[in-house]
């Protein structure tokens, strides 16, 4: 039979791991969103499509968010369009995976350990034929390109992941503000539509 002191000596041992395992992994599974910030960012003010996908593989595979979420639309949307179940995320839900992938860190979940991405390594990332105007975006400019691509992953445990196979990027004419603080037509990535595997 348990006595009052070994009650309350058990809960106390939850209740510290649970803090633990709080502070581990943190008190959400999403920071707090990064605002498109393109005036302080380091990349060049993405004036052309082709300067903006060179931001973006430069972002990517840095593993710099602040850059990358500069890239990003606010209305942006990720597409995971392989298997039988497509998936989509928004803007948000992208630069908190974007945040514990570029992390380098391992991530910690209550049942196992997962690897964290050490290096993100470009094998290619080549446009396929010019940009094309997308028809379907009632006014606003909105240029779509199909890249082939081809990423390894180099995680934490010296595991790598190969991913190749095509994605479709559409990006979006909007203005705003470069280093200088003068307001001007730039580009931002609006919707991609992954089909690696």
């Excluded at 890239?71 to 179940?85: I, K, S």
């Excluded at 995680?155 to 503000?177: K, L, M, N, W």
Aim: charge should be negative.
């Amino acid at each position: 039979m348990r006595t009052f002191l070994s009650t309350a000596m058990s809960a106390t041992m939850a209740l510290v791991l649970i803090v633990l395992a709080v502070a581990l992994v943190g008190c959400t599974d999403e920071p707090a969103p990064l605002a498109p910030d393109l005036a302080k960012s380091h990349l060049p003010f993405p004036a052309t499509p082709e300067i903006l996908m060179g931001n973006f593989y430069e972002a990517y595979g840095t593993q710099d968010l602040a850059g990358y979420a500069s890239l990003l639309h606010p209305d942006f949307q990720f597409e995971l369009a392989r298997g039988f179940t497509p998936q989509s995320w928004g803007r948000d839900q992208e630069l908190a995976i974007a945040a514990r992938m570029f992390s380098r860190e391992d991530y910690v979940k209550p049942d196992r350990v997962i690897a964290g991405i050490a290096r993100i390594e470009f094998v290619c990332f080549e446009g396929v034929g010019p940009w094309v105007v997308a028809p379907e975006n009632g006014g606003a400019v909105t240029l779509v390109r199909t890249y082939n691509v081809h990423v390894r992953f180099h995680r934490t445990d010296e595991s790598v992941i190969d991913v190749q196979g095509t994605s479709i990027f559409h990006v979006h004419a909007d203005e705003f503000e470069d280093a200088g603080g003068e307001t001007r037509l730039g580009y931002r990535i609006v919707r991609w539509v992954d089909r690696t595997g």
